[in-house]
């Protein structure tokens, strides 16, 4: 009798450390998942600020840096859009240029504003949405990448919520990749 008690409190002992450590493997999981873009069906992979993971230089601002995780599922060449928020479509006022990295592919431009977009459901008056034509991007495979925004007008959460006084006349709000068809 003894020796079942042993048992089997051993293998419930076994049972309660095998299910936290797949519970916190779950959880692990989950977080990276969360913060993964995945590739809508028509192309596209939208990577909206608020969503990066955001590094501030308060010393060097034009050194601030957002980074997201994305998954590809329909890899080619994917035209590279930044969309920003601002007052003014003429000069959308970027003291430097803006680079954008993604696997060999390195961007180097100071955006105009390419594109208004109309009715924007992103921006409200007295803002207009302003996408600005970056350049392309080859994928030549499925898989998971990373890309990199290094820009003075990337502000992360945190210091949007310290800083409320951020009243810039354009705001960086996503990257838009969208796919090329011939």
């Not at 590094?55 to 998954?71: E, G, H, K």
């Not at 180097?108 to 921006?123: I, M, Q, W």
Request: aromatic share 8%.
């Amino acid at each position: 009798m003894r020796k079942k008690n042993i048992v089997f409190l051993s293998g419930l002992v076994g049972l309660l450390i095998w299910s936290c450590g797949h519970n916190m493997e779950s959880k692990k999981d989950a977080r990276e998942e969360k913060n993964r873009i995945l590739q809508q069906e028509d192309g596209i992979v939208s990577l909206k600020l608020d969503k990066a993971t955001c590094y501030s230089d308060a010393v060097s601002p034009s050194n601030n840096t957002a980074d997201w995780n994305i998954v590809i599922s329909k890899p080619g060449r994917f035209k590279v859009w930044l969309s920003n928020a601002t007052r003014d479509t003429s000069d959308l006022r970027y003291a430097n240029s803006v680079i954008i990295n993604m696997l060999d592919d390195h961007l180097d431009v100071n955006p105009l504003c390419d594109k208004v977009v109309h009715n924007s459901g992103d921006v409200h008056y007295p803002y207009y949405r302003a996408d600005s034509y970056m350049g392309s991007v080859y994928v030549s495979e499925p898989g998971e990448y990373n890309i990199q925004v290094i820009s003075e007008k990337v502000i992360g959460r945190t210091v949007k919520s310290q800083n409320t006084s951020l009243a810039d006349d354009t705001k960086l709000m996503s990257v838009i990749l969208t796919p090329i068809t011939y």
